[in-house]
Structures are given as structure tokens and as C-alpha cells.
């Protein structure tokens, strides 16, 4: 169970990050290593022939991965993305709803599992996006 001032200054953190507007991200649920979003299909980011763009939905992925790995370690800690792999199932016109789910909170690499839902329930995307703690490396 994640510690209600911690899933406070995660949301107070999410809150100023550019991605909540520019993506329509909201409901954001957080528990212990672990995120679920809502994010809006916007039509002027579709792809073609038309859908939630592969790329944006790469982007959704990649802020549930952050907010997963914050409820653990905390807003402030530095973290970088150091890959992102994405594999897209099906077409969605829909808004998404993203699960992020850490796999390992490591001393330097944190990897997260990453679904994808539409408005329906079905998956239209899994991937995993790790990070890496800049403040844990040697010589930072």
C-alpha cells in the first residue's frame, strides 16, 4: 500500500509535468510501484489513416512508466529514460487507458511492464520502459 503523502507529492508532481495537457492525461491512480491513466485521444495527434498515434501512445507509456517508478523512490529523484520498446496489437480511436507496473526497482535501472487499453478494455499496446537513477550512478 503506497503511503498517502508519497501518492501526494507524486500527483502534486504529475500535476506540473507538460505531458498531463499535452497528452490529456488524468485519473491517475497510483499504489505501491504502480500507475493506471486515462489518456484522451486527441484527433490533431492522430496518425494515419486516422487513430491514437503510435508515437503518442509511446509517450503516454513512457509517463505512466515515470509515475509507477515515482511512487517508489519518490518525485524528486532524478530519472532518465534509457529505452522504450512498444508493440502495438491493434488500431485505437479511443482514449487509452495506461497500466504501468514496476518490474524491478533496481539501484540504477528500474524497468517497467506497460499496457495499453481502449475505451473498451481490449489491449492495443504492451511494452516496457526502463529508467535509469542518475543519482545512483558513480560520479554524479
Not at 505501491?32 to 489518456?39: Q, S
Not at 489513416?49 to 524528486?76: K, N, R
Not at 528500474?110 to 499496446?125: S, T
Amino acid at each position: 500500500m503506497l503511503d498517502p503523502r508519497r501518492a501526494a507529492e507524486v500527483l502534486e508532481a504529475a500535476r506540473q509535468a507538460p505531458c498531463m495537457e499535452s497528452f490529456g492525461i488524468g485519473q491517475i491512480e497510483l499504489d505501491e510501484g504502480r500507475c493506471r491513466l486515462l489518456a484522451r485521444h486527441l484527433e490533431r495527434y492522430d496518425g494515419l489513416p486516422g487513430g491514437f498515434h503510435g508515437g503518442m501512445m509511446a509517450a503516454v507509456a513512457d509517463c505512466v512508466a515515470w509515475f509507477a517508478i515515482a511512487t517508489q523512490t519518490g518525485p524528486l529523484e532524478p530519472l532518465v529514460t534509457t529505452d522504450l520498446s512498444m508493440h502495438y496489437l491493434a488500431p485505437c480511436t479511443t482514449d487509452v487507458t495506461a497500466v504501468g507496473q514496476v518490474i524491478k526497482l533496481g539501484r540504477t535501472l528500474c524497468p517497467v511492464r506497460v499496457e495499453l487499453n481502449d475505451a473498451a478494455g481490449k489491449m492495443v499496446a504492451a511494452g516496457t520502459v526502463t529508467y535509469i537513477r542518475l543519482s545512483n550512478l558513480r560520479g554524479a
